[in-house]
Nanobody, 117 residues
Framework: QVQLVESGGGTVQAGGSLRLSCTTS??????????MAWYRQAPGKQRELLAT???????TYTDVVKGRFTISLDDSKNTLYLDMKGMRPEESAVYYC?????????WGQGTQVTVSL
């Protein structure tokens, strides 16, 4: 059974930093796991793609987080990370990781991030 578990959420002051982790039950730096990503969803809004990483290590970022967020992985721990800095109050949301493994998409349960003024 494929499981993704996010952690590291919490409350951070505006301008602060936070690291999210996504630990998986699948090998993430593997030919069969060809895409991993971080999303977020604020109340009343659609889920928003933030950053992606392919199994070849290629990364992409949405413009709003480019230069402030960094996606990375530790394949020895089967863990994907999202390092966030310069956090803004409007970025308060539930943050999710996702993986495409053997052609199927899997999601974690999300972790709440609150950015206070």
């Amino acid at each position: 059974q494929v499981q993704l578990v996010e952690s590291g959420g919490g409350t951070v002051q505006a301008g602060g930093s936070l690291r999210l982790s996504c630990t998986t039950s699948i090998p993430i730096n593997d030919f069969n796991t060809n895409f991993m990503a971080w999303y977020r969803q604020a109340p009343g809004k659609q889920r928003e793609l933030l950053a992606t990483m392919t199994n070849g290590g290629h990364t992409t970022y949405t413009d709003v987080v480019k230069g402030r967020f960094t996606i990375s992985l530790d394949d020895s721990k089967n863990t994907l990370y999202l390092d966030m800095k310069g956090m803004r109050p409007e970025e308060s949301a539930v943050y999710y990781c996702s993986a495409c493994h053997w052609g199927s998409d899997y999601w974690g349960q999300g972790t709440q991030v609150t950015v206070s003024l």
